[in-house]
């Protein structure tokens, strides 16, 4: 486990790319390993997700379940809830702003199984397992839009190998202590 990285994508001003974080006051393994996470942009976490998922392993991420998903059909998709066109208004904030007004953050741990590659290798959709039971989904699984992976995946956990070599040099920085209420620690 110990060769197992946490990714994050926070594009918020406070946590620049390519450093690390910690949040104070999280852990709750006396001894433990401290948790660690190394902000990227999007692009890097997929990449490195795929990398794993070409290799036959899962990929366990944290996103933000309840933002444009439809649990019963296991659709999760900017345009599978078009909630400005029901109230007739526009929800207009980024993902950097969404997590700056508590407006969305990670409730909830998942698995990729696999990614759907276009011609040029870039990734259109992904397979997701879910922990809700077959009832969930269809028969337990979701399939996500690339689209909603960048706006509402906020964690992936992957094996060290499939970072770059600059990545893993970045992961030596003592890490940047966040606040204990700051929406990277909600799915620690």
Same mark, same amino acid.
């Given at each position: 486990m110990a060769d197992y990285v946490s990714l994050i /994508? !926070?594009?918020? !001003?406070?946590k620049p790319y390519h450093r690390t974080y910690t949040v104070k006051m999280l852990g709750?393994?006396? *001894?433990?390993?401290?948790?660690?996470?190394? /902000?990227?942009? !999007? *692009?890097?976490?997929k990449n490195a997700a795929i990398a794993q998922l070409k290799a036959g392993e899962p990929v366990w991420f944290g996103c933000d379940v309840g933002q444009c998903s439809i649990r019963d059909g296991g659709i999760m998709d900017l345009d599978a809830v078009c909630a400005g066109e029901l109230f007739g208004t526009e929800f207009g904030m980024d993902k950097a702003e969404r997590?700056?007004?508590? *407006?969305?953050?990670?409730?909830?741990a998942m698995v990729f199984q696999g990614v759907n590659l276009d011609e040029a290798g870039k990734p259109t959709r992904w397979r997701v397992e879910n922990s809700w039971g077959k009832e969930a989904g269809a028969e337990g699984y979701y399939v996500m839009s690339d689209e909603w992976f960048t706006e509402y995946t906020y964690q992936v956990v992957v094996h060290k190998k499939y970072l770059t070599a600059e990545q893993l040099s970045e992961l030596e920085q003592a890490p940047i202590l966040l606040e204990p209420w700051d929406p990277m620690g909600s799915l620690a």
């Open positions: /994508n !926070a594009p918020t !001003a406070d709750n393994v006396k *001894e433990g390993r401290p948790v660690k996470y190394l /902000n990227l942009p !999007a *692009e890097d976490l997590l700056d007004y508590g *407006e969305s953050l990670m409730t909830h």
